[in-house]
């Protein structure tokens, strides 16, 4: 049986993959009373007195609401929200299992960027973190942007920024592998999407000088028509020697190729044409931008996919769970880029340098040191730059 029809044979038998268990038994009538009525009036008065109470005597200290409208539903495109709740539901699980953090599914009807701001927001004081998520671009940015604007408690797009922040741990390790400096790397990224944006701003922030974006247009510079707001924003900032053309002449001489965009569009040759020691991310899934195997006789020392039957799965689940954890657990107001890049040198440092090579450049998503070491890292972060609340 392939896996699609296990998987769909699994959910019809499982029914849903997460379900609320209470924390308290409640058997007696003097439980009763501690839990519900007349008992439960006491924290209700003190949150009315304090808020901030609400993080003590309530679960909120540690539920985060993963929340998608199903405009971009994995790979999927716009199928819905209902559609999309497997997904969500297969998030909260991960979060639970990778960093015991509490997570509920939100399924919203509608894609109006006002609508879903204003009924996240009116939420917002149930959790203590927001993960949005399958929002297509370009809503995504403007959705993510009003919220943090808005609300106290971090919000986090993880298809833009947990994607980011592993790839840069991937690539961190990688460049230690070919021996070579993040500062003098040209680095190239095909999908300008939402996870591509992301991807070149974070790099840019880790210490990426050369790094150029390339869309379905070809490569992005200030003097393209038709340019997005966010692609004029970019242009400004990459492509600074102005190259023009397509894909193909974008990667040759680059150090490092990232992908998060089509299948099957890179050939050996273009990967031929890269510098030597190259660096190449095929993340589109399931078929990636170019196989493993093409990319390794095109020249490439290097290669991560977002598949799990190849070696440097580049997977968001060693970010996001230890992400949140370490943000609730100092009750951050935001994830902001000092937290993120913490992140990725702490998933990076997880591999050893003695145990790094062409293979083993991230740690497996199953290593149980990654939600802790990930939730310091991220903890420490939000002290140092003054967004947590204890």
């Not at 939420?123 to 009003?146: H, M, Q, T, V, Y």
């Not at 038709?226 to 040759?252: C, P, Q, V, W, Y």
């Not at 050893?352 to 290593?367: G, H």
Request: glycine share 8%.
């Amino acid at each position: 049986m392939d896996i699609k029809k296990k998987a769909l044979n699994k959910h019809k038998e499982w029914q849903g993959k997460i379900e609320v268990v209470s924390r308290t038994p409640i058997k007696t009538r003097e439980a009763l009373s501690l839990a519900y009525t007349p008992g439960v009036a006491e924290p209700c008065l003190e949150i009315h007195k304090d808020i901030n109470k609400s993080y003590e005597l309530t679960r909120r200290h540690n539920l985060v609401a993963v929340i998608t409208d199903g405009s971009a539903v994995l790979g999927l495109g716009d199928i819905g929200p209902e559609a999309g709740m497997p997904v969500m539901e297969g998030k909260c699980a991960l979060f639970k299992e990778f960093a015991d953090v509490d997570a509920f599914p939100l399924c919203i009807k509608t894609q109006d960027v006002d609508e879903l701001v204003r009924t996240i927001y009116l939420i917002s004081g149930s959790f203590g973190g927001i993960n949005l998520e399958d929002i297509a671009a370009p809503r995504c940015f403007e959705i993510e942007r009003k919220l943090k604007e808005i609300c106290d408690i971090p919000v986090f797009h993880d298809d833009q920024h947990g994607t980011a922040i592993v790839v840069a741990a991937a690539m961190l390790n990688a460049l230690k592998v070919v021996k070579k400096n993040i500062e003098n790397v040209r680095v190239v990224i095909n999908g300008a999407g939402s996870a591509g944006t992301a991807i070149g701003m974070h790099l840019m922030k880790l210490g990426v000088k050369n790094l150029v974006m390339v869309d379905r247009f070809g490569i992005i510079c200030e003097e393209m028509d038709g340019l997005s707001e966010a692609h004029k924003e970019l242009a400004k900032i990459t492509n600074r020697e102005h190259i023009t053309g397509t894909l193909a002449d974008a990667m040759k001489g680059s150090d490092v190729f990232i992908g998060v965009s089509a299948p099957n569009i890179v050939t050996e040759e273009m990967v031929c044409s890269m510098a030597g020691g190259a660096v190449v991310f095929a993340m589109a899934n399931p078929t990636p931008e170019i196989m493993p195997d093409k990319a390794i006789a095109g020249g490439a020392a290097v290669v991560g996919t977002g598949r799990s039957d190849f070696p440097n799965q580049i997977n968001n689940v060693v970010a996001f769970p230890g992400i949140f954890k370490g943000a609730l657990s100092v009750r951050a107001t935001d994830i902001n880029d000092e937290m993120k890049m913490a992140a990725s040198y702490a998933i990076a440092s997880l591999v050893p340098n003695e145990e790094l090579n062409a293979e083993y450049i991230l740690p497996m998503a199953f290593d149980e040191r990654i939600g802790d070491t990930v939730a310091n890292a991220v903890a420490e972060a939000a002290k140092k730059s003054g967004v947590a609340r204890i």
